[in-house]
């Protein structure tokens, strides 16, 4: 049976992204070694590195301003790596709130200086987008989270502010065109639509650095890794890897106006479905909802055993909603094809046919 596979992360990856990623753990490209074994300093890893890293500026068209960095460590390193970096101990930073994640680095973050919430959706469930909110001009930046994996909701455009923006896109990198001109600094965990676990994106512009007293350990140093193109220490080189070949895998598919014209049509599917359905309702206000996680409810909770139990014999896996939600939630990243979605519609109209 075919198995759609809806998990928040790590999630799906294209097909042949797995196949070649296989054979280059048993043969890298005809050189008679692993991946897996070969040294980081080798020429056949530097070129792959490289690879990685002008698929990354070519596809999100990263200005000569900005670097690019591939670490370890997660987005949560990066929840107070960049607090460590960019906020003077004297300063304040601006945070926005949009759910678990955003307060997870808010909490990373204050250790180091003054935070101002400027605004938070908790209040309604972090069902939504703030919009107008104000940003102090001496805020060192604004922090916010472009897509919530766990709520559903997704900053559709971004705040025009003078401030640095600093952002969370561990959910929606790749998905979609970004004028990465207008961050100070963009951090994502691979494992949604850029590859495995275990490295994270970073592309940051040189001239926010550097503006902190502290002493920072090298390994928190965004200058010492920009200083050794992420070679200071081992980096993730299998997750680098694979993320190389993701990439690839998008730009031979159109690149990001074509993924994100994918991914419109995808969760337009799936949200149709969710407001014609009457047994369903969606989670996110309509204005705010993401493209990347959908996340609903049965309206009579005493269907959900069966809901989950038809997805299973459908091959519709990791439905579930987060627990914090409830509910579902489909993830319909990058490498989900059309006809996941169209699987899983097809199940919740079963439930309707069963139940209506
Ligand atoms: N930010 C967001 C938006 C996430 O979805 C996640 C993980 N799901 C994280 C941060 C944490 O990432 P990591 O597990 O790589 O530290």
């Given at each position: 049976?075919k198995?759609?596979n809806f998990?928040a992360g ?11 990623a296989?054979?280059g753990?048993?043969?890298?490209d ?8 070969i040294s ?9 590195h ?16 900005h670097q690019?960095l591939f ?5 949560s390193?990066q929840?107070f ?5 960019c906020?003077?101990?004297d300063g304040?930073?601006?945070y926005?709130d949009?759910?678990a994640?955003?307060a997870?680095?808010?909490k ?6 003054q935070?101002d919430?400027?605004a ?7 069902d ?10 001496d805020?060192a930046y604004?922090h ?20 640095p ?8 990198i790749?998905?979609r065109?970004v004028?990465v ?9 691979a ?8 490295v994270?994106l970073v592309?940051?512009?040189e001239?926010?650095l550097g ?5 920072i350990?090298s390994?928190l140093?965004?200058?010492v890794h ?27 598919n ?12 995808k ?6 479905e969710?407001d014609r359905?009457p047994?369903f309702?969606g ?9 990347m ?12 055993e069966?809901?989950?139990n038809?997805?299973k ?5 990791g439905?579930?909603?987060h ?11 990058n490498?989900?094809?059309?006809e996941?979605v169209?699987a ?6 079963q439930l ?5």
């Amino acid at each position: 049976m075919k198995i759609h596979n809806f998990s928040a992360g790590p999630s799906i990856l294209p097909k042949t992204v797995f196949e070649q990623a296989a054979q280059g753990v048993l043969n890298l490209d005809g050189s008679g070694l692993s991946v897996l074994e070969i040294s980081h300093r080798s020429k056949e890893f530097i070129a792959i590195h490289a690879k990685a890293k002008d698929l990354a500026k070519e596809l999100l068209q990263v200005p000569d301003t900005h670097q690019i960095l591939f670490l370890s460590g997660g987005a949560s390193t990066q929840f107070f790596m960049s607090a460590l970096n960019c906020l003077p101990q004297d300063g304040n930073a601006a945070y926005v709130d949009t759910g678990a994640w955003s307060a997870k680095a808010i909490k990373e973050a204050k250790r180091y200086g003054q935070l101002d919430v400027v605004a938070s959706s908790k209040e309604s469930g972090y069902d939504s987008i703030p919009k107008g909110f104000e940003v102090s001009a001496d805020a060192a930046y604004l922090h916010l989270t472009s897509n919530n994996t766990i709520f559903g909701t997704q900053f559709r455009t971004f705040p025009a502010v003078s401030n640095p923006l600093i952002c969370d896109m561990s959910s929606d990198i790749l998905s979609r065109p970004v004028d990465v001109s207008k961050f100070g600094m963009i951090y994502a965990g691979a494992q949604k639509n850029m590859g495995p676990a275990g490295v994270t994106l970073v592309i940051v512009r040189e001239d926010i650095l550097g503006k902190v007293d502290r002493d920072i350990p090298s390994m928190l140093d965004y200058r010492v890794h920009i200083k050794n193109d992420s070679m200071f220490n081992t980096p993730p080189v299998f997750p680098i890897y694979v993320s190389m070949l993701t990439m690839e895998w998008i730009k031979a598919n159109g690149g990001l106006e074509a993924a994100e014209k994918r991914n419109e049509e995808k969760a337009a599917a799936l949200y149709a479905e969710i407001d014609r359905n009457p047994l369903f309702t969606g989670v996110a206000v309509v204005e705010d909802r993401s493209l990347m996680n959908v996340t609903f409810l049965l309206k009579d909770t005493g269907l959900e055993e069966g809901f989950l139990n038809l997805c299973k014999a459908a091959g519709c896996q990791g439905v579930k909603g987060h627990r914090s939600v409830g509910g579902f939630r489909a993830s319909i990243y990058n490498a989900m094809p059309l006809e996941g979605v169209q699987a899983l519609i097809a199940v919740m109209q079963q439930l309707e046919k069963q139940n209506g």
